[in-house]
C-alpha cells in the first residue's frame, strides 16, 4: 500500500508558464511535507518542505500548497526555468518519525 | 571534506558475492538512511539509523545487512547478491524530522 503517491509520472510545461507537481497521501500521522529535486546522476536535493499547522509554504520561485483535509499537496514552480528539468520527488514524515516516505516522482520538463 | 561521501560511485560484480557500499558523513547527523532507486519506484527505503548501535528495517530490507558502529559511518552490506539488486543506491542523513541529505550515489550492477 503506497502512502505517498505522485500520480503523474512526467510533465512538459513551456519555459516561463507554471508547473504544478502533485502529491496524494493517506496516513493521516503524516505532518510534515518535503520536496526534493533530483538531477540525474546525483543524489535528491532539498527544495522546500511545510509543516501541518500551514497551508502554504514560499521561497522564491517555489510554493508548496497542502490541503490536509484532501491528504493533497502541490508544488507550484512560477516562471518555470529550463534549469528545473529533473524528477521531483515528494516526501511525508510523521513527529518524531524520523524516516520520511517518497513518492515515485514526477519527470518534469521545461521547454525553452 | 564536509558533506555526505559514497564509495564506491561505480561497481560491478557477480551473483553470489558479497559487496559493501559505504557511507560516510561528517555532520554528525543522528539519523542516516539507505535507498534504492529502480526505475518506476522512486526512492525505497532499506535500512535506516536513529544513532550509533540502533538501526531498524525499511521497506525492502531483505537480502541486506547494516551497521553503524560511529554516528558518521553508515554501511550497506548485499550478502549474496543477486540480479535483482542492480540498482541506484542512495545514503542520507538527517537530524530527527528534518531535511534530508543525500549522498551522490552508488550504481550497482551485479551480473
Redesign the interface.
Known amino acids: 500500500d503506497q502512502q505517498v503517491k505522485?500520480n503523474s509520472?512526467s510533465l512538459s510545461v513551456q519555459e516561463g508558464r507554471i508547473s504544478i507537481l502533485n502529491c496524494d497521501y493517506t496516513n493521516s500521522m503524516f505532518d510534515?511535507f518535503?520536496w526534493?529535486k533530483k538531477y540525474p546522476?546525483?543524489?535528491?536535493?532539498?527544495l522546500i518542505?511545510i509543516s501541518s499547522i500551514k497551508d502554504k509554504n514560499e521561497d522564491g520561485r517555489f510554493t508548496v500548497f497542502l490541503n490536509k483535509s484532501a491528504k493533497h499537496l502541490s508544488l507550484h514552480i512560477v516562471p518555470s526555468q529550463p534549469g528545473d528539468s529533473a524528477v521531483y520527488?515528494c516526501?511525508a514524515?510523521?513527529?518524531?518519525?524520523?524516516?520520511?516516505?517518497?513518492?515515485?516522482?514526477t519527470t518534469l520538463t521545461v521547454k525553452p | 571534506d564536509a558533506g555526505i561521501t559514497q564509495s564506491p560511485r561505480y561497481k560491478i560484480t557477480e551473483t553470489g558475492r558479497q559487496v559493501t557500499l559505504m557511507c560516510h558523513q561528517t555532520w554528525s547527523h543522528s539519523?542516516m538512511?539507505w535507498?534504492r532507486q529502480d526505475l518506476?519506484?522512486?526512492?525505497?527505503?532499506i535500512y535506516?539509523s536513529?544513532a550509533a548501535d540502533i538501526t531498524d528495517k525499511?521497506e525492502v530490507p531483505d537480502g541486506y545487512v547494516v551497521s553503524r558502529s560511529k554516528t558518521e559511518n553508515f554501511p550497506l552490506t548485499l550478502e549474496s547478491a543477486t540480479r535483482s539488486q542492480t540498482s541506484v543506491y542512495?545514503c542520507?542523513s538527517?537530524r530527527?524530522?528534518e531535511?534530508?541529505?543525500?549522498?551522490?550515489?552508488t550504481r550497482l550492477l551485479v551480473l
Open positions: 505522485q509520472p510534515y518535503l526534493y546522476a546525483e543524489g535528491p536535493t532539498f518542505s520527488f516526501a514524515t510523521g513527529t518524531n518519525a524520523g524516516k520520511s516516505t517518497f513518492g515515485d516522482g | 539519523y538512511f535507498y518506476g519506484h522512486g526512492l525505497r527505503l535506516y536513529a525499511g542512495f542520507a538527517s530527527l524530522q531535511t534530508q541529505y543525500f549522498g551522490p550515489g
